[in-house]
Nanobody
Framework: QVQLVESGGGSVQPGGSLRLSCTASGLTFSGYVMSWYRQAPGKERELVAVITVNGGSTNYADSLKARFTISRDNGKNTVFLQMNSLKLEDTVVYFC????????????WGQGTQVTVSS
């Protein structure tokens, strides 16, 4: 049974930082492309960042690349999202996702973690 478990969400003031983690089990983590998505209430889920199986390549939403960094530790089956200079509009639920490299659609989703940016 595959599980993706996010952690690290919470409340932070504008300008602050958070580091999200997503730990996978039940799959060969190093064989999966990992991504972070986010979704605001009533809106579509949007891609935040993606990282290849060995971490050699990353890609970001244009509006977020200056502030967010995705990384992974295959030895710990974990993908991270470092979020800096957080803004009020970053207040959404963040999800991690996994897919094998030759697939386009996500195979597995985490349950999501809430990030709240408020003063």
């Amino acid at each position: 049974q595959v599980q993706l478990v996010e952690s690290g969400g919470g409340s932070v003031q504008p300008g602050g930082s958070l580091r999200l983690s997503c730990t996978a089990s039940g799959l060969t983590f190093s064989g999966y492309v990992m991504s972070w998505y986010r979704q605001a209430p009533g809106k579509e889920r949007e891609l935040v960042a993606v990282i290849t199986v060995n971490g050699g390549s990353t890609n970001y939403a244009d509006s977020l690349k200056a502030r967010f960094t995705i990384s992974r530790d295959n030895g710990k089956n974990t993908v991270f999202l470092q979020m800096n200079s957080l803004k009020l509009e970053d207040t959404v639920v963040y999800f991690c996702a996994a897919r094998r490299p030759w697939l386009v659609t996500t195979e597995y989703w985490g349950q999501g973690t809430q990030v709240t940016v408020s003063s």
